[in-house]
């Protein structure tokens, strides 16, 4: 466990993620021989909640101390807000586009991934206005429902990702075709970063700021296991066929000649089974299981 009485430099050439952390307190670089408590002290951070985020994050441990900073810690939180929306997901996406580029372009399923990583930054997007706004219980299962979502692209680019066509590849030289290979696992890299990055974010949250606002009431944060992988039956595949045609519950009953409520419950089912969330997921499923004819959707 560091102390306030360690040399900051020894945490930041050491740990991975103490840099993150430091810029996050609004901390620098240039620190010397100074120590932690030093450090914090001349940039007015509050010593004890500075050690609990880096102890958290290096040995995941919590360890609340009793005069933990709220200002403190919620100023550590907005700036991770900050990062996230305007520096690493917009630089993600850039990356996820010039890695997607070269792919066939017969195919629609490179551009319904990038509507997959649209709506999981859309969903970060609520999750943080909410949280600035202080409306941290109202939303206190969002995490795994984003972490999820960002679970579900990873899946989609290494299951169904068409690759470089033929006549491409052809066109171009080996180091050309390798710098298309290392962008895509430099992406792939990215998205596990994030993933960690957004989950312990949530789980300091969770486990730091909501005991704090509870007067350091014990809170116990639990994720959700993922579920299987499961077939659909045929009536699910009839109901996914619809959706990915664009057409409402109301529609789909219509034309199956079923109940609202059978089509809701279907969709609930296909949700589970396939752990795929949005429509551009559940389109890239459908095409590459080759349950619709790509030149039918719009």
């Known amino acids: 466990m560091y102390k306030g009485s360690d040399k900051i430099c020894d945490l930041m050439s050491h740990e991975e993620d103490a840099i993150q952390i430091i810029s996050r307190f609004g901390l620098e670089m240039g620190v010397g021989d100074q120590t932690i408590e030093q450090v914090c002290a001349s940039h007015g951070v509050h010593t004890p909640t500075f050690l609990a985020i880096v102890n958290y994050k290096v040995f995941h441990q919590r360890v609340i101390p009793a005069d933990i900073d709220l200002p403190t810690l919620q100023r550590y939180l907005h700036n991770a807000h900050t990062y996230f929306l305007d520096f690493r997901l917009p630089r993600l996406r850039r ?34 206005e909410h949280e600035n706004a202080g409306l941290y219980d109202e939303h206190e299962h969002d995490d795994q429902r984003i972490t999820d979502k960002l679970t579900e692209i990873k899946n989609l680019i290494i299951k169904y990702y068409p690759g470089v066509s033929s006549h491409e590849t052809g066109s171009k030289t080996p180091a050309e075709e390798g710098n298309v290979t290392y962008t895509l696992i430099s992406v792939m890299s990215d998205l596990w970063h994030t993933e960690h990055d957004f989950s312990d974010h949530c789980a300091i949250e969770d486990d730091i700021l909501r005991p704090a606002l509870t007067k350091m009431k014990p809170q116990t944060h639990r994720r959700h296991q993922m579920p299987e992988t499961e077939e659909l039956s045929e009536r ?38 396939l752990n795929i969330h949005s429509t551009a997921g559940l389109t890239v499923y459908a095409i590459v299981n080759k349950l619709v004819d790509l030149n039918s959707l719009e």
């Open 95 to 128: 990356s996820l586009i010039e890695a997607i580029i070269p792919a066939d372009p017969t195919t629609k399923i490179p551009g319904l991934i990038l509507r997959c990583y649209d709506e999981f930054v859309d969903e970060i997007r609520t999750h943080i």
């Open 236 to 273: 699910e595949r009839d109901v996914l066929i619809q959706v990915v045609r664009g057409l409402s519950n109301k529609e789909i009953a219509d034309v199956l000649c079923i109940s609202m409520h059978t089509v809701v419950s279907h969709r609930k089912h296909i949700t589970r089974k």
